[in-house]
């Protein structure tokens, strides 16, 4: 399943992704502002989510009435919950769930491409990949630190291409292996090849990635905490709220030892821009502001309705 999801996306991110490639002359910068365009193409259904998530919010009280007033029959409580959720036009499909799974779908393909920068930029044929592909299957089987999986095998050859250079010059032509030669010089970050896995063992420059991985995650999951400690201080007590808050972090530490650094640069860039989208979000589209404009709504629908059955009774007077 994962592994479809992530031939379906990854082609069509991997075009722009290549579009920008060529207009900036710069990896790093092509995936920032590919995650950028993605971020905002996702924000009609992040705001969506948020309003749903304020209207729950709102019903709340009301839910918990009906759980206390039913308190020894919860079929009956469930029920009563639904039958509110239905007059406030509120249901399961509201609750985030699609929201979140058309981000998780989007993720899985944007990684496809982090995974196959070759395929994704330089865009050769199948045939070609393929035959590439073959080249490094040595690598591969030997174990090397930077192929957990097969399909990091385009990160690999951009870290051996010399080393196999008169293998790939029966499969590329000139010009092909000039841009991927010129592609390999520029997959950097601060000096960096993305190519490389830090180690965990060796101390070196490569472990300010695993570091400022863990430090963007930190602050973004620090302040959803402390955001939906203020909106639900009940269910801020709750210590696995506290134990995910430093779960994402931690795993973000222990993955970018574990994967190139071109991963670990993608998921520095991700986790600072969903700071930024958090931050925009909590402050335009607080609960306080939607539940307010969902009550003005509300109003002028129902004073709309009211004018509307007032006109039709003196129609009918008539």
Request: proline share 4%.
């Amino acid at each position: 399943m994962y592994d479809a999801i992530r031939a379906f996306f990854s082609p069509i991110l991997s075009l722009p992704l290549s579009l920008i490639y060529e207009w900036t002359g710069s990896y790093v910068l092509a995936i920032l502002l590919l995650t950028i365009v993605i971020k905002l193409a996702l924000l009609p259904v992040i705001i969506k989510q948020q309003k749903n998530s304020a209207k729950q919010t709102r019903l709340n009280a009301k839910v918990n009435r009906i759980r206390q007033k039913y308190a020894n029959n919860q079929q009956k409580a469930q029920q009563e919950i639904q039958a509110l959720y239905q007059r406030e036009g509120f249901g399961a499909a509201n609750m985030g769930c699609m929201p979140m799974a058309i981000q998780m779908l989007v993720m899985i393909g944007l990684y496809g491409v982090m995974y196959t920068p070759i395929s994704s930029v330089l865009r050769f044929s199948s045939e070609k990949m393929e035959a590439m592909k073959t080249i490094m299957a040595s690598v591969i089987e030997s174990g090397d630190k930077n192929s957990r999986a097969a399909n990091m095998y385009e990160i690999v050859m951009l870290k051996n291409y010399k080393t196999y250079e008169g293998k790939l010059s029966e499969v590329l032509s000139a010009e092909d292996f000039a841009d991927l030669a010129d592609f390999a010089e520029k997959f950097k970050f601060l000096g960096l090849d993305l190519s490389v896995t830090p180690d965990a063992k060796d101390p070196s420059a490569y472990w300010l990635i695993p570091i400022l991985s863990c430090v963007t995650a930190l602050i973004s999951s620090v302040y959803m905490y402390l955001k939906q400690r203020k909106q639900n201080p009940e269910m801020a007590k709750n210590p696995a709220m506290g134990c995910m808050t430093f779960m994402s972090p931690a795993m973000s530490l222990m993955f970018t030892f574990m994967f190139p650094t071109g991963v670990g640069v993608y998921w520095i860039i991700s986790n600072i821009l969903s700071f930024i989208q958090q931050v925009f979000i909590s402050f335009v589209y607080s609960p306080k502001k939607v539940i307010a404009q969902q009550m003005v709504d509300e109003t002028v629908l129902r004073r709309s309705k009211e004018n509307t059955t007032k006109l039709r009774v003196e129609n009918e007077k008539k």
